[in-house]
């Protein structure tokens, strides 16, 4: 059964910084895509960033590139996102999922999610 963890949300300034945490048990497929999403109050989940197994790929929003850095340790199935120069419009509810296709924001093709965790930018 896999299982899929997030955590490191919490209550940060703007500009501040926050590295949450995506624990996969579980799976055991050779090639696998990690999925960051979030989803504030009122609004849709997105697509933050995603980071592919097999290559290192990686996509981001465009509203986090050059904020946020994803990245794994695959020998620990934990796999993190790093989020730099936070800004109120950055809070909401953050998502890890797994996916075995390929890198996307698309919700469609992750197949198994977490319970999220909040993650609060304000002063």
């Known amino acids: 059964q896999v299982q899929v963890v997030e955590s490191g949300g919490g209550l940060v300034q703007p500009g501040g910084s926050l590295r949450l945490s995506c624990e996969v048990s579980g799976f055991t497929a050779d090639h696998y895509v990690i999925g960051w999403f979030r989803q504030a109050p009122g609004k849709e989940r997105e697509g933050v960033s995603c980071i592919a197994s097999s290559d290192g790929s990686t996509y981001y929003a465009d509203s986090v590139k050059g904020r946020f850095t994803v990245s794994g340790d695959n020998a620990k199935n934990t796999f993190y996102l790093q989020m730099n120069s936070l800004k109120p419009e950055d809070t909401a509810v953050y998502y890890c999922?797994?996916?075995?296709?390929?890198?996307?924001?698309?919700?469609?093709?992750?197949?198994?999610w977490g319970q999220g965790t909040q993650v609060t930018v304000s002063s």
């Open positions: 999922a797994t996916s075995i296709t390929y890198c996307s924001s698309a919700l469609q093709f992750y197949d198994y």
